[in-house]
């Protein structure tokens, strides 16, 4: 039997040796983050430097000498993302990584909600609804009220309005003066419908994305005693893309770990480009303030470009007027310098683009490995007909959302009634998908479900006339064996697709297309166990769609051509990036440039698109362009590039007879 120090011995030993095989795998300033004890830690990481190999092995030291996993909170803005480094720092260590909390931050206010809901002031479980949702009953609401027909904000604008308000920590009347001047005349009707929003939530144990964080933040502000429990569970909370959190997650975490103070939030203040969703670039830049005594580390090294790339970016971001300063560089010196080119017209621009995109080809870059990147959407649409023209196929990124798609949103739908017999929203949706059923007889239906609390079995026993009987028949038996069968989640769905499918023929043109988006689905569902855990990923975590000339194409598809907005392309990297429109006026937009701090955030939105780039970075923009809304004709480079001396960017002429300057 080996006695107890023997044991301690060769534990010792174990751990050795597994810090020095970490040590052999990183670069100073990462291994001293990852060995960084207790404390305030901010990593202020560069594009392609390793942040994600540094939370990894952060995480794995920790459990390796001895950190509870359950002790540790990881937080993420994707589900992917969380589990992506706990799979890599269980593959460093053991399985013991795997029982790290990790998520985003709506789904961890999920779960500490759903352990105290009496918290909240209800009475039953409280159910999630998304944003389509959430437009659904705000809909209602506007319907209900005596507002113009015409003029009036959509529903859509409205849920915008309400959201803005929470995720910038804002008052309504302050994001409409802000954001939507012209609906100030309405503005007593807005906020009168914010409030029977809210009102309806509660009455019906709603809760939408931004409430979790909302009930999570006034949970922890109001119960000293509960908070403490939560701290003390939760001894190491690590952040990542510090930089995309609003005042309300700063505000969830400094809660959080006040106390013992064991905060690592790694995020890069150049990439900070979200502030349109709420992300507050303060948050990183004044995080040393909020705990003082913060150690900062800068990951410098970067493993993405050459530095012909690297030393554009860095002249690039350092007129930013509020920064943390930074050089980065690599261990590959090698690569042409950047371009700017410069065309006769935007149709001249997408033909040089296109010829560009063959020579790469030729030479045996994938199309894979390009990207056309722009500032807005519509700068893509000449590109977009050329392309099309010329047989190249390509995915544009963005469009509509998988879970906002209504065919959808229908199958969930009667799914979410068995969870949460209360929700007349989704009542609604599946009795008005049916013939002769209209809002009024839908409500009278969904009056006789909900009051009696019966849930399904109230559609199923209820008597009705013999028409309505009839039409309501095929979706009776459906809930019949959906509720007196045992089937698991996927049978769940199949039940219900071959129910569906033939309404979905009757509403929708493109069925065959909408029926393979409804057969994906099937495929995620086969994946869980509980319905109840696949409807609340659903929520919190769903799955996003590619968009290819209009049509869905779900992700890792055939290899081609990537078009996408600067946002979207955030965390990607390819061989070659032309970044499109580097016009000024377009790219930064004409909106930013009276604003300080809206131009600063333009010149992190090229940083971040420039830092895409591995091999070759171009930018192009038309000799000129008419701007109808401003009644004016943009004629001149991005002021941003007219920043960069002349040693880093190389400037090609392809509209010949005028004259090329950059001088302002």
């Not at 580097?582 to 009276?594: E, H, K």
Request: aromatic content about 8%.
């Amino acid at each position: 039997m080996t006695d107890k120090k023997t044991s301690q011995g060769r534990a010792s030993v174990s751990i050795e040796a597994a810090l020095a095989a970490y040590r052999r795998d990183l670069n100073d300033a990462q291994w001293e983050a990852v060995m960084h004890d207790g404390g305030p830690l901010l990593v202020i990481a560069g594009a392609g430097t390793g942040k994600t190999r540094t939370l990894t092995y952060r995480v794995a030291r920790l459990v390796l000498q001895g950190v509870d996993p359950r002790a540790i909170l990881l937080l993420t803005f994707t589900r992917k993302a969380s589990q992506e480094m706990l799979r890599r720092a269980a593959a460093l260590l053991d399985e013991r990584c795997s029982r790290v909390s990790g998520g985003t931050f709506h789904a961890f206010a999920h779960s500490v909600l759903r352990r105290y809901p009496a918290h909240l002031g209800f009475d039953h479980p409280f159910a999630i609804i998304d944003r389509a949702d959430a437009e659904s009953l705000v809909g209602q609401i506007r319907k209900e009220s005596s507002v113009p027909t015409r003029g009036f904000p959509t529903k859509r604008t409205l849920t915008d309005i309400f959201s803005q308000a929470v995720n910038k920590d804002s008052s309504i009347e302050d994001i409409v003066a802000d954001a939507y001047a012209h609906l100030l005349p309405y503005l007593e009707a807005i906020t009168d419908i914010a409030r029977r929003y809210r009102e309806r939530k509660r009455l019906h144990r709603f809760l939408d994305y931004d409430d979790l964080l909302v009930e999570l933040r006034t949970l922890l502000q109001t119960d000293p005693d509960l908070r403490r429990r939560i701290a003390e569970r939760y001894r190491h909370v690590m952040v990542d893309e510090y930089q995309d959190t609003n005042r309300l997650q700063a505000e969830i975490l400094y809660l959080l770990a006040h106390q013992h103070r064991n905060l690592m939030v790694v995020g890069d203040d150049a990439q900070s480009i979200y502030a349109f969703r709420g992300a507050n670039f303060r948050n990183i830049m004044a995080f040393p303030d909020i705990f003082a005594g913060t150690r900062v580390i800068r990951l410098e090294e970067n493993y993405r470009s050459v530095q012909p790339v690297l030393s554009f970016t860095n002249a690039l971001i350092a007129q930013a007027s509020e920064k943390y300063t930074k050089n980065l560089f690599t261990r590959r010196p090698d690569g042409g310098r950047p371009r700017l080119v410069r065309t006769a017209s935007e149709n001249a621009q997408s033909r040089w683009v296109i010829d560009e995109i063959r020579r790469l080809t030729r030479r045996g870059v994938g199309l894979e490995e390009i990207a056309v990147l722009f500032r807005a959407g519509y700068h893509a649409f000449d590109l977009e007909i050329e392309l099309v023209r010329e047989g190249i196929d390509f995915v544009k990124v963005g469009g509509f959302k998988f879970m906002e798609s209504a065919h959808i949103k229908d199958l969930l739908a009667h799914l979410r009634v068995l969870a949460n017999p209360d929700d007349r929203l989704c009542w609604h949706r599946i009795l008005q998908l049916l013939d002769k059923v209209g809002p009024k007889t839908a409500q009278s239906i969904c009056d006789t479900i909900v009051e009696t609390r019966a849930g399904a079995a109230g559609l199923l026993n209820a008597p009705f006339a013999p028409r309505l009987a009839a039409v309501l028949e095929p979706l009776r038996q459906l809930f019949q064996r959906l509720t007196q069968e045992s089937l698991g989640v996927e049978q769940m769905g199949e039940a219900v697709l071959a129910y569906y499918l033939p309404l979905l023929k009757k509403l929708h043109e493109d069925h065959p297309r909408r029926a393979r988006d409804l057969e994906q689905l099937l495929e995620i569902m086969r994946r869980y166990e509980r319905l109840e855990t696949f409807l609340a990923d659903m929520a919190l975590e769903p799955p996003d769609h590619l968009v290819e000339n209009g049509l869905h194409l779900p992700r890792g598809d055939e290899r081609r051509l990537v078009l996408s907005t600067v946002h979207s392309a955030k965390g990607l990297e390819w061989h070659t990036v032309f970044v499109i429109w580097a016009l000024d006026g377009r790219f930064p937009s004409l909106r930013a440039i009276d604003t300080p701090e809206e131009l600063d955030e333009e010149r992190r939105l090229m940083y971040v698109a420039a830092t895409r780039a591995r091999e070759n970075l171009v930018f192009t923009c038309p000799m000129q362009a008419y701007d109808r809304s401003a009644d004016m004709v943009l004629d001149r480079p991005s002021r941003f590039l007219n920043d960069i001396d002349a040693g880093l960017l190389d400037f090609i002429d392809e509209a010949p007879d005028t004259d090329w300057r950059l001088d302002w």
